[in-house]
């Protein structure tokens, strides 16, 4: 079992940047593959950005990539997404999950365990 916490959201004007974290307890941490969901209001559930165990490989939604990195530092047990040139449509609670097949996924059904998510407004 791993337990998942982020943390970093808030309230942001359009074309600024904010940092998510994500600390991870439980099993180690460094067996799991990790990733960012985000769910805007009314809409679906949706991939953002996954890095593999090593961090040694990376996905991101055609949305993001080139605006958001993810990055890990397995000896802190915590997952970070760095999100630039916010835009309003960015607006949404964002999830961080970790999947226990250690490789880089973009399916929501692959990740095993989530957190209770953060929210993140970017105002126009």
């Known amino acids: 079992q791993v337990h998942v916490v982020e943390s970093g959201g808030g309230l942001v004007q359009a074309g600024g940047s904010l940092r998510l974290s994500c600390a991870a307890s439980?099993?180690?941490?460094?067996?799991?593959?990790m990733g960012w969901f985000r769910q805007a209001p009314g809409k679906e559930r949706e991939f953002v950005a996954a890095i593999n165990w090593s961090g040694s490989d990376t996905s991101y939604a055609g949305s993001v990539k080139d605006r958001f990195a993810i990055s890990r530092d397995n000896g802190k047990n915590t997952v970070y997404l760095q999100m630039n040139s916010l835009k309003p449509e960015d607006t949404a609670v964002y999830y961080c999950?970790?999947?226990?097949?250690?490789?880089?996924?973009?399916?929501?059904?692959?990740?095993?365990?989530w957190g209770q998510g953060t929210q993140v407004t970017v105002s126009s």
């Open positions: 439980g099993r180690t941490f460094s067996d799991y593959a």
């Open positions: 999950a970790a999947d226990r097949n250690a490789y880089v996924s973009t399916r929501e059904s692959h990740y095993d365990y």
